[in-house]
């Protein structure tokens, strides 16, 4: 028998079937925002020694049911509140516990703001109609003022911002070496300007 | 002369398509690679708020999930438009959310549970005494790290 030469597939509708296929996935894609502001609750059960802090060391934060911002009981628009609290953390006005000055602060020196970043605490407190926008939005500014404070030791220890180093701590595809390397940086850092953010149960009306 | 002078030649030549399945492939692959296959149908409304401070958050195995927000527009009927919580497919209480976490803990391995992530996916319109009521829960099984996902971007649109 005479072999019969094979007769070549039509490739033509190869596009057809890829547009469908393609039409398919961009039906169905979300694209996930998988990135938020971490944070971490405090534990239920209080500790038991109540700790005392003195005026000064308290950044009192409230949002009331209007969505109105109060620091320090004064009326504050939001874009403001990222330098008050710059300008408190970084006042530097004093001694910590050990006994050791705020050497690398660089703020007023206000007798009647913090003593020093270790004890320095900001208490957020909301009202149960305080709209949640609002919240994140003051959150953010909070952390933003802690991040750029870091940022600038960071900077001025590491060349390198203390955001890009913690994002690059925390991925997973970072080399274990490197990632011993930026441990102890890291947590330095975060001694330096521990973020004590208190948040106290709301408020009921 | 008569080398450079052209052929007059009225018709246009065809456009090749040869290369389209190549294109057209190509997006087909990107699709492909960027999607991710929901796990949970949303029955709340959820537009989340826009914030720039934020980190990625975990693997995905280490993550639960809850999201809050006025109920959709389907199920308003049944559900009323008072924000409420879902946990995966379905609403749920507040005294559920404890039991949840423990039941979602107790699925991950050994030792990812230390580090677990919750996921407060809110919308931006909710009140706070539903996200506290959410928080006081968690803290009551213990599940300290939580993370508020939002969009990125100006913080400051968020008061508009």
Redesign the interface.
């Known amino acids: 028998m005479a072999r019969r030469s094979i007769p070549e597939v039509n490739?033509g509708s190869?596009?057809d079937i890829?547009?469908l296929?393609?039409i398919f996935?961009?039906v169905?894609?979300?694209?996930?925002?998988?990135?938020?502001?971490?944070?971490?609750?405090?534990?239920?059960e209080p500790p038991d020694t109540d700790v005392i802090i003195k005026e000064r060391n308290l950044l009192q934060v409230v949002?009331n049911k209007n969505?109105q911002l109060l620091v320090k009981d004064e009326l504050t628009e939001?874009?403001d509140l990222r330098k008050a609290a710059v300008a408190f953390l970084d006042n530097g006005g004093g001694l910590n516990d050990k006994g050791e000055p705020c050497d690398y602060c660089q703020g007023a020196k206000d007798p009647k703001s913090s003593v020093h970043p270790e004890k320095a605490v900001i208490s957020l407190q909301?009202?149960?109609?305080?709209?949640?926008?609002?919240?994140?939005?003051v959150?953010?500014?909070l952390?933003?003022a802690y991040?750029e404070l870091r940022n600038r030791e960071s900077q001025r220890l590491y060349k390198m911002d203390f955001?890009e180093m913690?994002?690059l701590f925390?991925?997973?595809k970072t080399p274990d070496e490197q990632r011993e390397k930026l441990r102890p940086r890291v947590e330095r850092i975060q001694k330096m300007y521990p973020q004590i953010l208190s948040e106290a149960?709301?408020k009921k009306n | 002369m008569a080398k450079f002078t052209k052929k007059k030649n009225g018709e246009l030549p065809a456009v090749s398509t040869a290369s389209l399945p190549d294109i057209v492939f190509m997006l087909l692959f990107f699709f492909m690679t960027v999607t991710t296959m929901k796990d949970d149908t949303l029955m709340v409304d959820n537009t989340l708020p826009i914030a720039d401070q934020t980190q990625k958050l975990d693997k995905k195995d280490r993550v639960v999930y809850i999201y809050a927000g006025k109920p959709h527009e389907r199920y308003r009927s049944k559900y009323g438009s008072q924000a409420r919580i879902q946990l995966n497919d379905k609403f749920a209480d507040v005294d559920e959310v404890a039991p949840y976490i423990l039941a979602e803990k107790a699925k991950m391995r050994q030792e990812l549970q230390p580090l677990m992530t919750t996921a407060l996916k809110v919308d931006k319109e909710t009140n706070m005494g539903l996200i506290s009521d959410i928080k006081q829960e968690l803290r009551k099984v213990n599940a300290l790290k939580v993370n508020y996902t939002t969009k990125e971007g100006d913080a400051m649109r968020n008061i508009e």
């Open positions: 490739a190869m596009a890829a547009f296929l393609l996935f961009l169905t894609t979300t694209i996930e925002t998988d990135s938020g502001l971490d944070r971490k609750l405090p534990p239920l949002i969505n939001l874009k909301n009202d149960r109609e305080t709209k949640y926008s609002t919240y994140i939005a959150q953010n500014e952390v933003a991040n955001t913690q994002a925390s991925d997973p149960e709301p």
